[in-house]
């Protein structure tokens, strides 16, 4: 198990882990943050009806030092035409 932090930086500024978790490999703890963003714009959208995805949440280990960044808009997928076969009403 390996120890990573998982720091978040989004439109409110930089929200520090301080504290930290184990996780059995660098994907398990991507996943989490993948969870975590997925979280954050839910919150977003119902609170501010905003989906603000120039955020990240930037992986470091027990030294600090950044090991992965995963930016908001890697963790959902947007469809923004009409291709998705619904017939209007």
Do not use: C
């Amino acid at each position: 198990m390996t120890h990573y932090y998982l720091n978040i930086i989004n439109g409110t500024g930089f929200v520090g882990d301080h504290e930290g978790e184990e996780f059995p490999d660098l994907a398990a703890a991507r996943r989490k943050a993948t969870e975590s963003v997925r979280s954050i714009l839910s919150d977003e959208l119902k609170s501010a009806g905003l989906i603000d995805l120039k955020g990240r949440i930037e992986i470091a280990d027990q030294q600090g030092s950044i090991v992965l960044t995963l930016p908001f808009r890697e963790a959902v997928e947007l469809r923004l035409d009409d291709s998705s076969g619904w017939e209007d009403a």
